[in-house]
């Protein structure tokens, strides 16, 4: 593998990372309803789920969803759901205090990053697509190791990024005395995302 190769393969990342969406959202969201540990927690659980994509792109998930329509519907469809639940709990959720327990702030911040990553239809297709350039017959597990940390690490980091951005230099603030309408907002755009989602699919 030359830089060159590899370089291109994480600007592909970089841009895939940045795009906005549910998972902005919710980094977002979490970032400010409760602290930065709970920011950085879904950080890294959402980077784990994109490792996960990763491997199973690798090892070849994109040849499965073109021969096997079934399991991509379901995967699909069971990503949909899941957008559509946490966008109902985020709107309608009451927020009474900002302080939560420790176990909430690190292990469901990060099972809600790490599923929101791993059940999201479009990373499912993102990666098929993105590794498929990317992945040859006759490459080794180095390699292949190597483009998945990178897609993984590379995804942490941006989010992680987000989270001490929105905690830092005064937002932090700024978010807190908005943090009902930004769950809402928040809740909204996965609803809506989720209603274009099952358009698509139907």
Not at 94 to 102: H, M, Q, R
Not at 117 to 136: G, H, M, Y
Not at 173 to 184: L, T
Request: glycine share 6%; net charge positive; charged share 10%.
């Amino acid at each position: 593998m030359t830089f060159i190769f590899w370089l291109q393969f994480a600007t592909v990342c970089i841009a895939g990372a940045m795009s906005p969406g549910p998972s902005l959202a919710l980094i977002i969201r979490n970032s400010t309803k409760y602290n930065r540990l709970a920011g950085v927690m879904s950080a890294m659980g959402h980077g784990l789920g994109m490792g996960v994509y990763a491997i199973f792109a690798v090892t070849g998930l994109s040849i499965i969803l073109t021969t096997n329509i079934y399991i991509f519907k379901s995967i699909q469809l069971a990503g949909i759901v899941l957008l559509f639940i946490y966008g109902i709990l985020f709107i309608f959720q009451k927020n009474e205090e900002l302080k939560i327990e420790n176990n909430q702030k690190k292990f469901n911040s990060f099972l809600q990053g790490f599923s929101i990553s791993i059940l999201n239809p479009k990373i499912l297709i993102w990666f098929s697509a993105v590794f498929s350039q990317f992945v040859i017959s006759d490459s080794t597990l180095l390699i292949n190791s190597i483009l998945v940390l990178t897609a993984s690490i590379i995804d942490c980091i941006w989010y992680i990024l987000v989270a001490l951005i929105v905690t830092s230099y005064g937002l932090k603030d700024f978010f807190q005395k908005r943090i009902n309408a930004i769950q809402k907002i928040s809740g909204s755009l996965l609803v809506i995302i989720s209603i274009l989602l099952v358009v698509d699919f139907f």
